[in-house]
């Protein structure tokens, strides 16, 4: 298990310059591969509960059993203290929400957020699911979330800026009316679960390096439809938007290969094909990679 799971402080590395990042082995991959498979089954098992009834805190349960038995842990519980074994956000809340008693009801929009730690490696992923029908702006919004998703993640290839990330986000759904998240970010994953690059959801020239081989790290933007600033519930983990309209993301864990980018927790043979899937005008059923 994580050190923090004892001490909820997880370690400290040295100090480093934003574009100093750990390029994986082909031995840190593999294990990264494993981690990111069992992400993507405990998400699917997640994703598989969201019914009108079902309360988010019935569907943590559910993910720390499927971790524990397959002798993982689940990166969340104790994390800087979290309390739960992942995170559930739910309308307008934009990330790091805390499972709980509340029923999920018809029209709901959840983003279900999945890290494992197993063999020494994190891997990290979330989907969004809807609660039986939800309303034609809902829809809207996680089409336009996930396509600008998947546009940033196919941009990914050796010798490109993480700062060009950003922009692809941030000018897709401004178009479209919607806003992106500035005060959360997707990051670099490994033994450690947030460490370099940062990967900011909006146009910046951060000085946050280049794509390499081995490079690991997540995208994961969150779009309002109103304001993108949040407030901080008495809880002092869950950010929801300011304004209470509704929000999306999606996150992969992702790796820089010789001819692209593939994802870690990408989905498998079998696993369920959403709508905004089917319907994306950026790639159309499940987003396996993008190579030259």
Same mark, same amino acid.
Not at 45 to 59: C, D, H, N, R, Y
Not at 77 to 88: I, Q
Not at 231 to 240: L, M
Not at 255 to 269: A, C, F, Q
């Given at each position: 298990?994580?050190?923090?799971?004892?001490?909820?402080?997880?370690?400290?590395?040295?100090?480093?310059?934003?574009?100093?990042?750990?390029?994986?082995?082909?031995?840190?991959? *593999?294990?990264?591969?494993?981690? @990111? =498979?069992?992400?993507?089954?405990?998400? /699917?098992?997640?994703? &598989?509960? +969201?019914?009108?009834?079902?309360?988010?805190?019935?569907?943590?349960?559910?993910?720390?059993?499927?971790?524990?038995?397959?002798?993982?842990?689940?990166?969340?519980?104790?994390?800087?203290?979290?309390?739960?074994?992942?995170?559930?956000?739910?309308?307008?809340?934009?990330?790091?929400?805390?499972?709980?008693?509340?029923?999920?009801?018809?029209?709901?929009?959840?983003?279900?957020?999945?890290?494992?730690?197993?063999?020494?490696?994190?891997?990290?992923?979330?989907?969004?699911?809807?609660?039986?029908?939800?309303?034609?702006?809902?829809?809207?919004?996680?089409?336009?979330?996930?396509?600008?998703?998947?546009?940033?993640?196919?941009?990914?290839?050796?010798?490109? *800026?993480?700062?060009?990330?950003? @922009? =692809?986000?941030?000018?897709?759904?401004? /178009?479209?009316?919607? &806003?992106? +998240?500035?005060?959360?970010?997707?990051?670099?994953?490994?033994?450690?679960?947030?460490?370099?690059?940062?990967?900011?959801?909006?146009?910046?020239?951060?000085?946050?390096?280049?794509?390499?081989?081995?490079?690991?790290?997540?995208?994961?933007?969150?779009?309002?439809?109103?304001?993108?600033?949040?407030?901080?519930?008495?809880?002092?983990?869950?950010?929801?938007?300011?304004?209470?309209?509704?929000?999306?993301?999606?996150?992969?864990?992702?790796?820089?290969?010789?001819?692209?980018?593939?994802?870690?927790?990408?989905?498998?043979?079998?696993?369920?094909?959403?709508?905004?899937?089917?319907?994306?005008?950026?790639?159309?059923?499940?987003?396996?990679?993008?190579?030259?």
């Amino acid at each position: 298990i994580p050190s923090f799971a004892l001490t909820s402080v997880p370690p400290s590395p040295p100090p480093a310059l934003p574009w100093v990042i750990e390029k994986k082995t082909p031995s840190m991959i *593999s294990k990264m591969e494993a981690s @990111g =498979i069992l992400a993507r089954q405990c998400l /699917e098992l997640a994703g &598989s509960m +969201v019914k009108p009834g079902v309360t988010t805190e019935e569907i943590d349960l559910a993910v720390h059993e499927e971790c524990i038995k397959n002798g993982a842990y689940p990166s969340p519980l104790n994390y800087h203290g979290f309390p739960k074994s992942c995170c559930t956000s739910v309308n307008e809340v934009i990330c790091h929400g805390i499972p709980d008693a509340r029923k999920l009801k018809e029209g709901d929009i959840v983003n279900l957020d999945v890290t494992v730690y197993k063999d020494g490696f994190h891997g990290d992923c979330s989907e969004m699911f809807v609660v039986g029908e939800t309303d034609e702006k809902s829809k809207e919004l996680i089409q336009v979330t996930y396509d600008c998703w998947v546009k940033a993640m196919s941009f990914c290839r050796p010798g490109r *800026s993480y700062s060009d990330i950003g @922009g =692809i986000i941030e000018d897709y759904v401004t /178009e479209r009316g919607f &806003s992106t +998240v500035r005060a959360f970010c997707g990051h670099g994953i490994g033994s450690v679960f947030h460490t370099n690059p940062n990967i900011l959801h909006y146009k910046n020239s951060e000085p946050n390096g280049k794509m390499e081989v081995g490079h690991t790290f997540t995208i994961e933007p969150m779009i309002c439809v109103g304001t993108n600033r949040h407030v901080t519930w008495p809880d002092n983990w869950t950010a929801a938007t300011k304004d209470g309209g509704r929000t999306a993301q999606f996150e992969h864990t992702l790796l820089i290969t010789e001819d692209g980018v593939r994802p870690l927790t990408g989905k498998r043979e079998g696993d369920r094909v959403q709508w905004w899937e089917e319907n994306s005008e950026v790639c159309k059923g499940i987003w396996k990679g993008s190579f030259n």
